[in-house]
């Protein structure tokens, strides 16, 4: 016990040593200002909450898509705002002649606020109508390019992962057709 008042002794009488508290070269030290993020969170009231629908790309080939969901939505039945008429028209029950296999590609759930049945992936580089197979499940979507490059994986819509009854937090292994 007596090993620590002497260690202490010594440390002491080194920083007293000559040369032991040299001067520190000054240097300028730019500290950036941290940026103003403003508070998002619904919780204070609509005029903070963020857009709920992104911006439309033009090139879509179906401009009827669905309303976006209400700003207030919480719940996946609010989110997918698809009707059951498009649904039932998206189910495939048999492949149409002419179509192209484009590949399998793994996907995640896109944006939520996006409506419509859609699959974006690397697999397409323009706008097209299609098809995505998955369990057994066969779905008409819309294919739209990513932009990322081949094998960075796709997004695809919420109704549409729902119509391939895919787990909404899974990743699920996707075949891609092509019309």
């Not at 730019?30 to 709920?52: I, N």
């Not at 719940?75 to 039932?88: G, K, L, N, P």
């Not at 992936?121 to 998955?134: D, H, M």
């Not at 066969?138 to 390019?145: F, K, N, T």
Request: proline residues 14%; charged residues 15%.
């Amino acid at each position: 016990m007596k090993i620590y008042p002497a260690f202490l002794v010594l440390l002491g009488a080194a920083a007293c040593a000559p040369g032991a508290m040299a001067p520190v070269e000054q240097q300028d030290v730019t500290v950036p200002v941290a940026a103003v993020v403003p508070d998002l969170s619904p919780s204070r009231g609509p005029e903070f909450a963020p857009p709920v629908r992104p911006t439309l790309d033009l090139n879509q080939t179906r401009p009827d898509f669905p309303p976006p969901p209400p700003p207030t939505a919480r719940t996946v039945e609010e989110f997918d705002t698809t009707t059951a008429e498009d649904r039932q028209a998206a189910v495939v029950t048999a492949p149409q002649s002419g179509e192209r296999r484009l590949g399998t590609t793994i996907a995640s759930l896109g944006s939520p606020t996006d409506p419509g049945i859609w699959f974006k992936t690397p697999l397409v580089s323009s706008v097209t109508q299609g098809r995505i197979e998955y369990a057994g499940n066969s779905v008409s979507v819309e294919l739209r390019p990513s932009g990322g490059p081949a094998g960075s994986g796709s997004q695809i819509s919420l109704a549409a992962m729902r119509l391939i009854e895919a787990p909404l937090t899974g990743l699920p292994e996707v075949t891609v057709y092509a019309n």
